[in-house]
């Protein structure tokens, strides 16, 4: 069911500062899993557990292990609560972003303050590495979903296709996910993430199904590269991965194929990408709304490469405004365009 934030009126009125306070909460982002989802990142760009070869956003730069309040949860909890008072409509509030949320030690503070704000679904995407911590277990049992992932059934291959902390096994993380699933009351939705010639082989698969029947989790979500990374993954076909789910269910799995996000037209949209290209200069007058709409665009964008139609439902803005916003960031030397198959995503640079 579609939901709105809601938050006291008085509470959340936008001021002027607006524009420098959106860098913890984003979106509403188009999300395969969990339709429209209003984003919140607890930690620093790329500090993580993992260095996945897949992610969208590049090498971690900061790979630890360590716990601590990265992001303030007061700071998020005004932001958020400035966000809610003209947001786009949203299904889910979820922890996710730039980095593993979960190494936040003040998460479960976030959660509960999250609560008491908005009456959408709280879920946080996580790669699974600390669930085996009775903190961090205690810090998610107050979310509605939490989505860890599993890519891999060997050590080998985990630490080829994760490139996790030294401190963190695959059997660790097995263990974990497996320790956490008997205390949670929410659902466990696992992603599975198939690369092309990686961790896609059929003895591989049976031994990720294996370990999966024993995580028991409600659902598991076969996925493949669908955005651009920096280390070029290869995608599976459509073909293979519903072999793999076919594998998967013969093995008595709950496992289904991520859909793709359903085209929503906009207008003008079927020509931004010229637009965009286009070499005419952007007018106007840059007021503090300007402002803020420019501000939530790139908040976006930091997180994930994006087109200008998912921007352009994502905000609830018009795609000929978003081709605005989108110029003024790259004059700035804030952007960069990349082709995707027959996709045009753009991202922050940094």
Known sequence: MERRGSVSRGRGERTSKHASLVRHVFGPVPSRRLSRSLGIDPVPFKTCTFDCIYCQLGRTTQKTVERKEYVPCEVVVKELRDYLSNAPPFDFVTFSGSGEPTLNKALGKMISAVRELTEAQIAVLTNGSLLFDERVAEDLSGADVVLPSLDAASEEIFRRVNRPHESISLQKLVEGLKKFRKRFKGEIWVEVMLLSGVNDGEEHLLALARLLREVNAEKVQLNTPVRPSPERCAALSESD????????????????????????????ASSTTDAFTAK????GVRGVEWERKKSEVQALLSRRPCTVEEISTSLGLNASEVVKYLRILESEGKLRMRKHGERTFFAVIR
């Open 280 to 283: 005419e200069q952007v007018r």
């Open 241 to 268: 991965l519903e072999r793999a789910l076919k594998l998967f269910l013969e093995e008595g799995v709950p496992a289904e194929i991520i859909p793709s996000v359903p085209s929503i037209p906009t207008a003008s």
